[in-house]
């Protein structure tokens, strides 16, 4: 079980390009989140998952931010025209129904 | 107004010692605590959690305390050692609905030898 992968770890954008972050959930998993950790903000809630469906997007930036879940085994984050106030890590974690909630290592963006 | 606070941004302990790590909640419908280990460049990692029908949870040297009244808890280190030197969160979820947790802002605990 290799956890919850996240790719890529860094990712560099200029301001106005478009980021996309990947995540691969623990095998199984029905839940699947997103969060993003500043030093300011500390960890928010983005949005989630439950057996491929969104559940609840409350945490979300509506205007630039959209996230899919393909397929059981992938999601990803999508940030259109970022901004340097994107800047963040980026952290995707999974969780059987009700169980533990384990995170990934988190992709760090950089917008420039 | 903040869910879940932590009231320390920073604690050193020497080693050997007991850390105490507090915090704080709002909404007494939370009822499931964890708290969550990070290291840096890691992603948060469970060490312990408590349901709100428990006042106690202990899992070797880790021990919550928790006090429903008071809408508090406090995680307890014992014989604290260089290698818990990390950040840790509070963290609160609801017994049903979304399963989000809500985070506290952390505590950064620094363990010298």
């Known amino acids: 079980n290799a956890g919850v992968i996240q790719t890529p770890r860094h990712k560099v954008t200029g301001k106005g390009q478009e980021a996309t972050l990947w995540c691969e959930p623990i095998?199984?998993?029905?839940?699947v989140f997103w969060y993003r950790q500043t030093i300011v903000q500390g960890l928010e809630f983005l949005t989630y998952f439950r057996n491929q469906a969104p559940i609840d997007d409350s945490g979300m930036p509506k205007e630039r931010f959209s996230a899919q879940m393909p397929n059981q085994s992938h999601s990803t984050l999508k940030i259109q025209s970022t901004q340097p106030q994107d800047s963040a890590v980026y952290l995707c974690?999974?969780?059987?129904?009700?169980?533990?909630?384990?995170f990934g290592k988190g992709t760090r963006l950089t917008v420039v | 107004q903040q869910q879940v606070r932590q009231s320390s941004q920073s604690l050193t302990v020497w080693e050997g010692e007991t850390a105490i790590l507090n915090c704080s909640y709002e909404?007494?419908?939370?009822?499931?605590f964890p708290w969550y280990q990070q290291f840096p460049g890691e992603g948060p990692a469970l060490l312990i959690a408590?349901?709100?029908?428990?006042d106690k949870k202990e899992d070797g040297r880790f021990t919550i305390f928790f006090n429903k009244r008071e809408k508090n808890l406090s995680l307890h280190i014992k014989d604290s050692q260089p290698g818990d030197s990390a950040t840790y969160f509070c963290?609160?979820?609801?017994?049903?609905?979304?399963?989000?947790?809500?985070f506290g802002s952390g505590t950064q605990l620094t363990v010298m030898p």
């Open positions: 909404n007494s419908a939370f009822d499931y």
């Open positions: 963290a609160a979820s609801y017994p049903s609905g979304s399963w989000q947790l809500i």
């Open positions: 974690a999974s969780s059987l129904e009700g169980g533990e909630v384990f």
């Open positions: 095998s199984g998993h029905s839940a």
């Open positions: 408590i349901r709100s029908v428990s």
